[in-house]
């Protein structure tokens, strides 16, 4: 590849193709200066089949990195993962909404875990998306350490 072809973006993001967060998503990506500067893969439960080690998931999500990491030189992978989630909701009974978001930081770490040992030039930010309303009109943004 010529170098003028080469783009180059600062991250790539996985969140959930849920509708009703992507407004929200939209000004949160914003905020911190990702707008225009990341690749955006979706998919329902966001890194949930990393996690599980669902094999089709893991390839599918493990040739995007690859494609953002060697061809835009992504640094950064910000995991975005949210409340009331139906992908969660499917393979889970959360006693109640502490419990999800619990389950789901873990999820988030093991998929920190198994991207890290890929990529180790990449760093890992978890986002937990907290929705105060079913509509999705207002989502309070939280960087998990
Ligand atoms: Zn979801």
Known sequence: MTEEHKHICGSI???????????????????????????????????????????????????????????????????????????????YNFKDAEEEKLTQITDMKKSEEIIKKHFPDMSVKKVWAQMNDPEGKAVDFQIIE
């Open 13 to 91: 993001v996985f969140k959930c193709i849920d509708f009703r967060l992507q407004n929200e998503t939209k000004r949160w990506l914003s905020e911190n200066n990702l707008s225009g500067d990341c690749d955006v893969v979706s998919i329902a439960g966001s890194s949930k089949g990393l996690s599980d080690d669902d094999s089709a998931v893991v390839r599918l999500l493990m040739e995007q990195l690859q494609i953002s990491h060697d061809l835009h030189g992504s640094k950064e992978v910000v995991l975005i993962h949210h409340s009331d989630c139906g992908q969660y909701k499917k393979s």
